[in-house]
């Protein structure tokens, strides 16, 4: 089956009780069993629930993994992966990170005395001579947040192994319909379901996806130890949202790139970042590692924060607030918003700097969204 025809069907049989077509959300917190450890599959609803089990199928299968697992939130899947990595290891991870991600890490370096460097990963030189000492995880992002910078993954991968870690991606920006990195050699990859997955801005939810069913079944011991599951109506939610994933890419692709444009080349701008212009100067990796270039586009204002905040307040299709991924567009001010756990000095050596914006382009008219930028851009 194509990708379109597998968000829909792939791993998610109509139900064998009742024959509905979607997954039935059993709000059960138990499970009855016949005789001690004798059930038909499922025991207490941290350890394992059925609406939960088709969204994990799902997912692992667009992904192409041999196990997926869902949580709570994206961090309560990496607090998870984190678990998995014992005292003292060294994480190598991508300089331009989402700022929870940094926070969380940063979190286990000082309690945990985790080793972790941040490099450039868009130049895989830099990754190359990071791994001159082994690494036990190198964790990457591509595109990456805020700065939509491309790692080359299946050679991110190759030095990873080659350094004896394991390589996980966070693949929230682009979706499994736009890359899928485990094909391209990485051995996890990780989602924020709250995004482009579930899709609405309805739902906190994240996802780990594991390559080898072996680690996978470490990480079950894992997910269930450590308890940060999704509520059922949240895995039905982000089923439904992935049952239009194709659809919405493409149509977020639209929007981007009508952003995109409409902002490059005015006087008011320093720089568009938008992996599908010829001007991102990773804009052929993007043509070979992806299947379109998404629906986010950061852009770096010449005046600095005043004109930052300027733009903000001149948007009116645009809501400025955290998230992304969602049918509505929103925008984010990374410097004080979801980047701000990060330290101003390493946030504006990464490139974040006070000037930047970032636009979460969702499905509506692209034309209305273009307009709007350029007028916020004229003041509003």
Not at 173 to 194: M, Y
Not at 313 to 338: I, N, Q, W, Y
Request: net charge positive; hydrophobic share 40%; aromatic share 6%.
């Amino acid at each position: 089956m194509r990708f379109d025809t597998r968000l829909l069907h792939d791993g998610q049989p109509a139900d064998p009780l009742t024959g509905a077509v979607n997954a039935p959300i059993y709000l059960s917190s138990t499970f009855r069993q016949s005789a001690p450890n004798r059930n038909r599959g499922y025991v207490y609803g941290r350890s394992g629930n059925p609406t939960r089990t088709v969204l994990e199928t799902a997912i692992a299968r667009l992904e192409g993994g041999a196990t997926g697992l869902a949580f709570a939130s994206g961090l309560g899947a990496l607090t998870t992966l984190l678990e998995s990595v014992p005292s003292g290891q060294r994480v190598v991870c991508v300089d331009d990170v989402y700022g929870g991600t940094y926070r969380l890490l940063e979190h286990h370096r000082r309690q945990f005395g985790l080793r972790v460097e941040f490099v450039d990963m868009s130049d895989l030189g830099r990754l190359r001579s990071a791994l001159a000492t082994p690494a036990d995880l190198v964790y990457l992002e591509s595109p990456t947040n805020p700065l939509l910078k491309l790692v080359d993954i299946a050679g991110a991968a190759r030095l990873g192994h080659a350094a004896g870690a394991v390589v996980v991606v966070d693949n929230t920006f682009a979706t499994p319909a736009l890359q899928r990195p485990i094909e391209r050699g990485a051995d996890i990859v990780l989602h924020s379901t709250t995004k482009y997955l579930g899709g609405h801005s309805d739902i906190i939810g994240g996802a780990l996806v594991v390559k080898d069913s072996r680690r996978g079944e470490q990480f079950r011991w894992l997910q269930n130890a450590v308890g940060a599951v999704p509520s059922p109506f949240d895995c039905y939610l982000a089923l439904r949202g992935i049952h239009t994933l194709g659809v919405r890419m493409r149509a977020h692709g639209e929007s981007a790139r009508a952003v995109a444009e409409a902002l490059s080349g005015r006087p008011q701008v320093s720089r568009v970042l938008y992996p599908g212009l010829r001007s991102h100067p990773q804009h052929a990796l993007a043509r070979r590692q992806m299947d379109g270039y998404g629906g986010m586009v950061s852009v770096e204002l010449a005046g600095g924060r005043r004109a930052a905040l300027r733009f903000l307040k001149g948007l009116r299709v645009f809501t400025l607030a955290e998230s992304l991924g969602g049918v509505e567009s929103l925008v984010d001010h990374p410097a004080s918003m979801t980047h701000a756990s990060v330290p101003r000095k390493e946030r504006e050596a990464h490139g974040v700097t006070d000037g930047l914006v970032r636009l979460s382009c969702g499905i509506e008219d692209p034309a209305d969204l273009a307009e709007d930028v350029v007028r916020a851009l004229r003041g509003g």
